[in-house]
């Protein structure tokens, strides 16, 4: 490839003549692309050999594509860009440098980013740009690295914006602290107002309410002092605009050998939303149980104040019907019998409203029980009714958990009861008590329970009457009865009771059942009782 | 002893009977009737005049009308003062703390039970609802109390 001589300046002193040959090999040796273009001539006259490690291509290769790589060029509009280039090349003044970044092919079809430093090496006899100088070098790598890390940074800051959160660096020997831009943000400053983007210790301090930073303080001190390598604590703010925030505040901290602190990263997070949302929630928990209580001592006081005027009309009914049997004929001891009758009645359902607002009073304390024992005692408890109904009750291998024992003797027996209650006249009753482990697809849709606790699947059916589908859940409302009194005795609080008892014991029940196809009863109950839930 | 002594012994066991109810006095005074039980029954109606009958205070200053009881029974809700706070000032008095105190109410909760029994009592009877059955407990009661149980001689 000809090269013409050129003079090549150098600056005094070390001031050099070289031969053409001489620059041509510096210009080989040169771990940059160097090439040089004729602006007259309008082609390139010369090419270092590291266009065949860079671009893959041999002096053979170029002498065949025409001694030019325009036809490798990548460009969307090729011909401007050659000559807007020759233009620039045109107008170079002195010592100026122009800068190009352009994509070329590779001979393996790769496509390479080319960074290439222009300068004018040689002037022509009118005195115009003749040749110019190229050093170019791959920048491939370097820019998909640079697009690596703005689209991280980007990321960084939107992530940033979302969580509302900032994060923060310090290192041994820095003046400072490292602040994102998110921090800022969070601190209601404007992230542009602090180019550094460092601020001190005390700038921090001073964001933090007066009430915390002592506690914050010592913290800090204490994680220093322990050199523990994480950090967290929660404090409050006031924030450049005023406003109140709640943050938590979390750091890695790492020590040198020597076990001096050299690098704190951190992360603060607001979470005054959270906050917020937790004290409302808080709030109304504190309302809603205060209000359980009244309707629960209500329901308490109002059931014992009943009973008195009631069982005042049972004595004085006895007493008539004892003492003056004879004047009150056949009809006045029918009316009495009748009026004694609805006041046990009501009594029944006093006793039931009682038993339903205690279980909910927590007066009973937890212990381990055997289900099994529990059930084996409610069917002695049954055992006339049982005989009467020439009933069969089986039951399987019950777990032991851990549950208020008189609840529990209560939940069986009624529903035990109401399997013997509703029983299909010509059909030997059945009843059968089941129970294994739930799993998780059971009760992972159950809302009242926990799908990290061990949770037992009990079930009571029976070959009974049934009852319609859909009133598997209305049975468990209180007073509601699907019979009349004279078809099935019943207060209709027996099954609010089942429910109010193993809801308080942290379970669900569920009822299924078809008419003439008798009904099931499944609870699920935890296997332990954890009274802080 | 014969039976009469036996009979002499009983009626001279005196029942006080603090309930403000005047049905439900009516209705213990006649349950130990049916059972033939002759003791004598007196009244009060609040904790507040038990304690002055026990005490002797006030209406109740003369010995003669505040004879020392040898069983109290006790309902626990009354006016003014109610069983429990009456309970816990018998329970806690010297002079008084011997005197047997059962508690007959309509309560049959765990945490009245249980109270009670902490603050001393020396029985808890739920009332029954059928008047026969009370009939029943008043016997149970009588015989418990006046034929098997050794009571504290009356120091008066």
Redesign the interface.
């Known amino acids: 490839m000809p090269l013409a001589e050129v003079p090549v300046a150098v600056p005094n002193p070390f001031r050099l003549d070289l031969t053409g040959k001489q620059v041509e090999r510096l210009f080989q040796i040169s771990p940059d692309l160097v090439y040089i273009i004729d602006v007259n001539l309008r082609k390139m006259v010369f090419i270092s050999n590291r266009v065949q490690d860079i671009l893959g291509y041999t002096y053979d290769d170029i002498q065949q594509m025409g001694g030019s790589l325009i036809s490798v060029l990548i460009h969307p509009d090729l011909n401007r860009f050659v000559a807007e280039t020759y233009q620039r090349f045109a107008a170079l003044k002195e010592g100026e440098t122009a800068k190009f970044t352009f994509e070329i092919r590779h001979k393996n079809g790769s496509i390479r980013s080319i960074r290439s430093r222009a300068t004018v090496l040689t002037y022509d006899e009118q005195g115009k740009n003749h040749l110019i100088m190229n050093v170019a070098e791959d920048v491939t790598d370097a820019l998909a690295h640079e697009m690596d890390l703005q689209k991280k940074q980007y990321q960084i800051n939107e992530t940033e914006v979302i969580f509302k959160c900032g994060s923060w660096e310090w290192q041994k020997n820095e003046k400072g602290i490292r602040w994102s831009e998110g921090l800022f943000r969070l601190m209601g400053l404007a992230p542009e107002a602090y180019p550094d983007k460092c601020v001190t210790r005390a700038f921090f301090e001073s964001f933090i309410v007066p009430e915390d930073l002592a506690r914050v303080q010592n913290y800090s001190k204490t994680v220093l002092a322990e050199k523990n390598d994480t950090f967290q604590i929660e404090h409050r703010i006031i924030d450049a605009a005023g406003n109140l925030k709640y943050l938590t505040l979390r750091a890695r901290c790492q020590y040198g050998e020597d076990g001096r602190l050299e690098r704190v990263i951190g992360v603060a997070a607001d979470r005054t939303e959270i906050e917020t949302y937790q004290k409302e929630l808080e709030r109304r928990l504190v309302a809603l149980k205060k209000s359980n209580q009244d309707l629960e001592q209500f329901a308490y006081v109002a059931s014992h104040d009943l009973q008195e005027p009631l069982r005042k009309i049972i004595a004085f009914g006895e007493r008539l019907d004892k003492k003056y049997k004879e004047q009150l004929g056949t009809e006045g001891q029918f009316f009495v019998e009748r009026m004694t009758n609805a006041a046990y009645r009501m009594n029944g359902l006093i006793e039931d409203l009682l038993t339903y607002s205690r279980v909910s009073r927590q007066t009973e304390s937890l212990a381990f029980i055997s289900l099994e024992e529990v059930v084996k005692n409610v069917i002695e408890d049954l055992e006339v009714k049982i005989q009467d109904k020439n009933a069969t009750i089986s039951i399987d291998k019950l777990p032991t958990i851990e549950a208020r024992p008189v609840q529990m003797h209560q939940l069986f027996l009624n529903l035990i009861e109401n399997a013997l209650k509703f029983t299909q006249p010509s059909v030997a009753p059945v009843v059968t008590v089941k129970a294994r482990k739930a799993n998780i697809q059971e009760i992972k849709g159950i809302m009242q329970i926990n799908p990290h606790e061990t949770y037992y699947r009990v079930s009571v059916s029976d070959n009974g009457i049934g009852f319609e589908p859909e009133y598997a859940e209305r049975i468990f409302t209180i007073f509601q009865r699907l019979h009349g009194r004279s078809e099935y005795e019943g207060t209709g609080l027996g099954l609010a009771i089942c429910r109010k008892i193993v809801e308080s014991n942290h379970g669900y029940i569920e009822a299924h059942g078809k008419v003439g196809g008798g009904a099931e009863f499944i609870f699920y109950l935890p296997l332990r009782q954890h009274e802080t839930r | 002893m014969d039976t009469t002594e036996i009979r002499e012994a009983r009626k001279s066991v005196m029942i006080l009977i603090a309930d403000d109810?005047e049905?439900?006095r009516m209705?213990t005074k006649?349950a130990f009737e049916e059972n033939y039980l002759l003791n004598e029954i007196r009244f009060v109606s609040d904790g507040v005049e038990l304690l002055d009958y026990l005490k002797r205070r006030n209406k109740y200053i003369n010995p003669d009308d505040s004879p020392r009881p040898g069983i109290i029974l006790l309902d626990l809700?009354m006016p003014k003062m109610d069983g429990r706070e009456a309970l816990k000032a018998i329970k806690s008095d010297p002079d008084l703390r011997a005197i047997p105190v059962v508690v007959l109410t309509?309560?049959?909760?765990?945490?009245d039970v249980l109270q009670t029994y902490d603050l001393g009592v020396n029985c808890f009877i739920t009332?029954p609802?059928?008047?026969?059955e009370?009939i029943e407990v008043a016997r149970t009661v009588g015989h418990y109390w006046f034929d098997i149980v050794q009571l504290p001689n009356s120091l008066d």
């Not at chain 2, 309509?106 to 945490?111: F, G, I, M």
């Open positions: 109810d049905d439900d209705f006649e809700n309509t309560s049959k909760a765990e945490q009332k609802v059928s008047f026969a009370f």
